[in-house]
């Protein structure tokens, strides 16, 4: 097999192990959130009565409480947090903000090739109304909408950027732009950079943890009752009733509805058991840069990046003139499990700093100041589901695969065009209708995971070309090209 640039630029080891030195083992975001922002919330205790009772408080619980109180300003809607908002993926991204409803336009190809326009327009649409309502409720999330930049890194990456730019301009999609080697390190100064494709329109970047808070305050604001430390662990619907009962261990809701938001964690409902598998992603953000440090890497457009290997890279800069760097390592531990201690992987962070100094290697020197990791709800057709249960009082929508921050919003509206059993061009595509492919229990799951993380591995050091277990899952609808 070939090599990754990363392998042949590998930078010193002495390099890596000084970037991170110090490092706090804790997510930026959550430590730089200013405390007037966060304000301590109850848990839920006693019996309360609700029209709405909303399991999460991540995004799409979040705009899901929001969209409900728009739809109808009267109703009681309460939203029931395990923990605090935002603590999970919600607070711990990478903050890319992707109109995609499908996690990219050729994932939507394969699946929904008939929907394929609609659902473009629908998620610029969701983009367009996303940045609206920030600015309508006064949530200042440090919203940049500067677009995207996929950078190839590869010489048979480049090929791949003419073909979509080519496609791009059939299609007469005046939003993407191709970049030359010359305008890729103008606009994103490293040696490593090739060429690179400008999404102009189709992405932001933003802070999670506020876009989470500011949330949150926003739908207080509307009356809706968020109470945290409230771990859901029964969902029943009694029949006489016509409703359904959550319990806490010191309260209960009976909602007349309820969402289900709870994205990587499990679900209230045995069908979606095997929908999703927690799979862990790894991130550093280096200490604020210098006003030379920071003229060395150029990115005065400030987009995202991200480059086209399977095993991919994600970075961006944060508001404060640091860099974030995430990504490659993926990783799914037997049994489906969620623990804390599988965020610290001294193996995965030494490696994305490596590769973060081959990306830039004028800033060897700088140290990381955090690192964190969190689970991805990974479902097999790698965007996210939608459904209702229980003669329709219940909805809900996860496995967002890694890229929910805009499609939560949407979420939220079909999760109540659901409960409400509205007919409209949301509910009609086949990708609100149908349900994917579940995975398999154990022991099953793990080596098939284990064989495909194999095989996309091999495929980055063998210039892109997919052996026949990735052919195979491509032909069986279950292929994923990031």
């Avoid at 999404?199 to 207080?220: H, K, V």
Wanted: net charge neutral.
């Amino acid at each position: 097999m070939g090599t990754t640039v990363y392998e042949r630029r590998r930078p010193p080891a002495s390099a890596i192990t000084h970037s991170l030195t110090g490092t706090r083992q804790s997510v930026f975001w959550l430590d730089d959130l200013p405390a007037g922002l966060a304000p301590t919330r109850p848990p839920l205790t006693g019996a309360r009565v609700a029209d709405l009772a909303i399991v999460g408080g991540g995004y799409t619980g979040l705009w899901t409480a929001l969209l409900a109180k728009r739809r109808n300003p009267d109703a009681d809607v309460v939203l029931l947090e395990a923990k605090t908002i935002g603590w999970a993926a919600s607070g711990r991204n990478g903050g890319f903000c992707e109109a995609s409803l499908t996690h990219g336009r050729e994932n939507g190809r394969r699946r929904w090739p008939e929907e394929l326009d609609t659902l473009e327009r629908l998620g610029l649409e969701n983009l367009d109304a996303f940045e609206a309502d920030l600015a309508e409720w006064g949530v200042d999330a440090r919203f940049e909408r500067n677009g995207s930049l996929d950078v190839a890194v590869e010489p048979f990456e480049v090929e791949w950027l003419h073909e979509e730019a080519a496609a791009a301009a059939a299609r007469g999609d005046d939003t993407v732009r191709l970049l030359d080697e010359h305008e890729t390190r103008a606009a994103f100064s490293s040696p490593i950079a090739l060429e690179s494709l400008w999404r102009t329109r189709t992405s932001a970047i933003l802070d999670p943890a506020r876009l989470a808070a500011g949330l949150a305050r926003a739908a207080e604001a509307q009356g809706v009752q968020v109470f945290e430390h409230s771990v859901v662990h029964r969902l029943d619907t009694p029949g006489s009733t016509g409703a359904v009962e959550l319990a806490t261990d010191r309260g209960r809701v009976l909602a007349r509805q309820v969402v289900l938001a709870t994205n990587v964690f499990p679900s209230l409902l045995k069908r979606n058991r095997l929908m999703t598998v927690p799979v862990y992603d790894y991130v550093l953000v280096t200490e604020p840069l210098d006003e030379a440090q920071l003229a060395s890497v150029g990115w005065r457009d400030r987009q995202g990046v991200g480059d086209l290997a399977n095993q991919f890279h994600y970075l961006r800069p944060t508001a404060d003139g640091r860099i974030l760097y995430g990504g490659y390592d993926a990783i799914y531990h037997y049994g489906r499990r969620i623990r804390a201690s599988y965020e610290r992987r001294p193996e995965s962070f030494e490696r994305l700093a490596s590769h973060f100094l081959t990306t830039f290697p004028q800033l060897e020197g700088v140290r990381f100041s955090h690192r964190w990791a969190g689970a991805i709800d990974t479902s097999t057709r790698f965007c996210a589901f939608y459904g209702a249960a229980r003669n329709g009082r219940v909805a809900y929508a996860t496995g967002y695969t890694g890229l929910g921050v805009a499609a939560t919003r949407f979420a939220g509206e079909v999760v109540l065009d659901l409960l409400e059993q509205r007919e409209n061009e949301r509910t009609s595509l086949r990708m609100v209708r149908e349900r994917p492919l579940p995975f398999p229990p154990e022991p099953v799951a793990a080596a098939g995971i284990g064989a495909t993380r194999w095989s996309l591995d091999r495929a980055d050091h063998r210039a892109g070309r997919r052996n026949l277990l990735l052919k195979s899952l491509d032909a069986l609808g279950l292929g994923f090209d990031s």
